[in-house]
């Protein structure tokens, strides 16, 4: 008797919370869909005032005083132009709502009413517009909203929460620059960690995300073959880099495709090759430059050592000087932490429904979030879904994909993914500092 009186309560217990869990999810989403109007203003705000990584001064500042305002104890400057905020709520765990700052450079093609006018001369002196072309803006608008939220209902919630504007994500350089100026040890190290990306081949109300490796190891890596320049009309008098180049594009594609293990996933891409000048000089160098992607950890030190031996093997074939070999903004895989990952999931199941949280497959695209877990921080980042099924219907009848993020022609739904994102987000780092118990 006891036993089954014991079974009552329980299933009493649990009709009782998830009952009141409904309730709140019902509350949340009346107050989202109050505060949506002048968050979408923010969006457009944020989407015609794009800047590339390191130089987001005017984004840093829009989002730090949107915090501010919110009543958060703001940072600015944060390894170079990150911001924190921070918002205590009594003894509990910290939670760690990370958003990215930058935008592209690439030259908007959307013709959207609030389209980005922005321009920038690029490195190489070429002008190029800038862009938020993977949706950096509607993370920003989102973390802004959940901000807000927060800090009305502390009521709902209890500990510390800890905002993070992060720079230069897309050089995969910010994590690291924020971590190295003392982010811990300067404004505590979370308990948890959270932040979504957008996902342009997601429905909107729909996110996904599965536990462990979800993005991939990156490195961007710069190669200078040499050679000795010379008339073109006398070949035997020179040592060609471009010979040689072309010889190592395609020496490089035999690395995946005949080294790695076919169970392991990597890429190699030669995304840029610049030599020569004019017709009939050859020149004294060619320039290459790779993006190398892959999961496991030695797999990624095998290609990049694989990389370098056939580049000195291309050179030495053709008694060229010896090739300048350059590794550059390299950033490890993102790893979803095996326990807090089935804990986010299951208050997104409760907030959004079982059908709207869907299994995430992993992807060769990076992200830098991945420094907060390697320093220590359980990590979970999950994609939310941006078109919206309308539009995703009429790709399917084009027989299209849409538009992917990184391209000019990408655009968010942005009211339905905010208002997913908000709730998804609202929900999952609520249920990781819940109030105490009467």
Not at 53 to 72: I, P
Not at 219 to 225: A, K, Q, Y
Not at 238 to 252: G, H
Request: proline share 6%; with cysteine; charged share 15%.
């Amino acid at each position: 008797m006891k036993s089954m009186a014991l079974a009552s309560c329980l299933i009493l217990l649990i009709l009782s919370s998830a009952a009141i869990h409904a309730q709140q999810t019902t509350q949340t989403r009346e107050w989202i869909e109050s505060q949506l109007p002048d968050l979408l203003n923010t969006y457009a705000h944020l989407h015609q005032h794009p800047e590339l990584s390191f130089h987001e001064t005017a984004t840093a500042k829009f989002v730090g005083q949107a915090w501010r305002d919110a009543g958060y104890t703001v940072t600015e400057n944060v390894g170079g132009t990150g911001v924190v905020a921070m918002l205590n709520n009594g003894s509990g765990p910290t939670v760690m709502l990370r958003t990215d700052l930058d935008a592209l450079p690439v030259t908007e093609a959307t013709e959207l009413p609030y389209a980005s006018k922005q321009t920038v001369v690029t490195a190489s002196g070429a002008t190029s517009g800038v862009m938020h072309a993977c949706g950096h803006d509607i993370h920003m608008t989102n973390l802004i909203g959940v901000a807000r939220y927060f800090a009305e209902h502390r009521s709902l919630w209890q500990g510390t929460l800890m905002l993070i504007g992060q720079p230069a994500e897309e050089r995969v350089a910010g994590a690291t620059a924020m971590l190295e100026d003392g982010l811990f040890a300067r404004f505590g190290k979370p308990e948890y960690a959270l932040a979504l990306h957008c996902d342009s081949e997601t429905p909107t109300g729909k996110v996904a995300l599965s536990p462990g490796y979800s993005l991939a190891n990156v490195d961007s890596i710069d190669i200078t073959v040499k050679g000795k320049g010379g008339h073109g009309s006398a070949p035997e008098t020179t040592i060609d880099p471009i010979v040689q180049a072309a010889e190592l594009v395609l020496s490089l594609q035999t690395i995946v495709s005949r080294e790695v293990k076919p169970s392991q996933p990597a890429v190699v891409t030669i995304g840029s090759i610049h030599g020569g000048t004019k017709h009939n000089i050859i020149g004294d160098s060619c320039q290459l430059q790779l993006t190398v992607r892959s999961y496991a950890p030695e797999v990624r030190k095998q290609l990049l050592a694989a990389i370098k031996r056939k580049t000195l093997a291309v050179a030495q074939a053709y008694g060229a000087p010896e090739p300048d070999i350059t590794t550059i903004e390299g950033t490890p895989a993102l790893e979803n932490d095996a326990e807090l990952t089935p804990l986010v999931t299951d208050s997104l199941r409760l907030a959004l429904g079982s059908e709207n949280v869907l299994p995430a497959l992993p992807l060769m695209a990076s992200e830098d979030f991945s420094q907060f877990g390697l320093a220590g921080v359980p990590i979970v980042m999950y994609r939310l879904g941006v078109t919206s099924p309308e539009r995703m219907q009429r790709f399917a009848e084009l027989g299209q994909q849409p538009p992917s993020l990184h391209t000019s022609t990408f655009y968010p739904d942005a009211r339905e993914a905010l208002a997913t994102g908000l709730l998804s987000m609202i929900s999952a780092a609520t249920d990781l500092m819940p109030p105490a118990k009467p």
